[in-house]
């Protein structure tokens, strides 16, 4: 299995910006994918999360402005990010879990990638 985060870049505050997590292996589409980030200096906070058979979950933070979605034929997950804030530079990671609850936990996830950096200008 192999996790490949791309999408990352300089923006300004407000714009907006789309993660991709490219999966390679068998049977995405029974996994959950989960997005964190790592700001400087910060422990890895959950970010959203997909799951396989359920709905969508998302930190407080991003509620309302991050919006995640998958392509179970493309083996994709993206993240799209709105209304981008300072507060949201960090390297962003994607991750891969068999389960379907817990999701905002680190601990629940098989596989990572190797993470996107987000620097959001103010």
């Known amino acids: 299995v192999q996790l490949q985060a791309s999408g990352g870049g300089l923006v300004q505050a407000g714009d907006s910006l789309r993660l991709s997590c490219s999966y390679s292996g068998v049977t995405f589409s029974t996994k959950s994918v989960g997005w964190f980030r790592q700001a400087p200096g910060k422990e890895r906070e959950f970010v959203a999360a997909?799951?396989?058979?359920?709905?969508?979950t998302y930190a407080d933070s991003v509620k309302g402005r991050f919006t995640i979605s998958r392509d179970n034929v493309k083996n994709t997950a993206d993240l799209q990010m709105n209304s981008l804030k300072p507060e949201d530079t960090a390297v962003y990671y994607c991750?891969?879990?068999?389960?379907?609850?817990?999701?905002?936990?680190?601990?629940?996830?098989?596989?990572w990638g190797q993470g996107t950096l987000v620097t959001v200008s103010s």
């Open positions: 997909i799951a396989w058979i359920s709905g969508t």
């Open positions: 991750a891969t879990s068999r389960l379907v609850h817990d999701m905002y936990r680190s601990s629940n996830y098989d596989f």
